[in-house]
């Protein structure tokens, strides 16, 4: 057998189509080409991601997403071609049923659509820390359909990608790398008002985690039932283990107020209790 009747032998046919070897072989190289060709791709558009900031970072990630399936989906219908099988005529052939199929997958090709719209807009990047449904998770990988989110108990969540453009989503980390937050505490109304803001304020100085730039501050925000309130305002890059950073900061103010006596007040109540025989008795001396 030579080399032209081996490529043009048949493994089989169903009807007008006929697979040859060559044509297989020419398919499974169409695809080894796309694999190498990605894989060169992402190394140019992600490389030097250490002398790049982590917002530009993610911001690549989504752009070589969006080549990706594009160029999967060109890839596809040449590997089609190549064995030939006629797309136009494969879609004109199946256009009923696809009506008949497109309402019953109507939620998935929403989602799909919803996938290209979050790669496009880049309003929900990879790395990015959101809420949704009031869990808070940080985005580990957007696909077509579904979207990969890692809370913080190290749950895997699966989100169909239309419920991030239909429904509200609070991306914690989407307009700049540092994220705000506060901490409340309330201390004692003795207490020397200026010299408890110089003690939170060194509290926050002191904690490697909170970024100096924007500067940290503490508000005195309202003269409370028991307590003159103060709130500490910070910023830091790492919005997804925020809540450890809050309980190191209310624990280091704890032992710095304990330290200078300075008293954290709690809410008292006097109870006032007359006996049902005092009601009813008349006063002494009375008939």
Known sequence: MTWSEFFKYVLFDIGDFKLQVGRLIMTICVALVTLIFLKGLRRVILGGANQISEVDEKRRHSIYLIIKYFIWIISIVLMLEVLGIKVSLLLAGSAALLVAVGFGLQPIFSDIVSGFFLLFEGTIKIGDVIEADGVIGKVHEINLRSSEILTRENVVMIIPNSKFIVEKVINWSHNAESVRFTVDIGVAY??????????????????????????????????????????????????????????????????????????????????????FIQDILPPKGSQ
């Open 190 to 275: 003795e207490s020397d008002v200026e010299f408890v803001i110089s003690c939170l304020q060194e509290v926050m100085d002191q904690n490697e985690h909170i970024e100096k730039s924007p500067n940290s501050f503490v508000r005195f925000t309202n003269f409370g039932d028991s307590s003159l309130d103060f709130q500490l305002i910070f910023w830091t890059k790492d919005p997804f283990t925020v809540e450890n950073l809050k309980s190191d900061l209310r624990r280091a103010i704890h032992a710095k107020l304990r330290k200078e006596g300075i008293s954290i007040p709690f809410p008292q109540r006097d109870l006032h209790i007359k006996t």
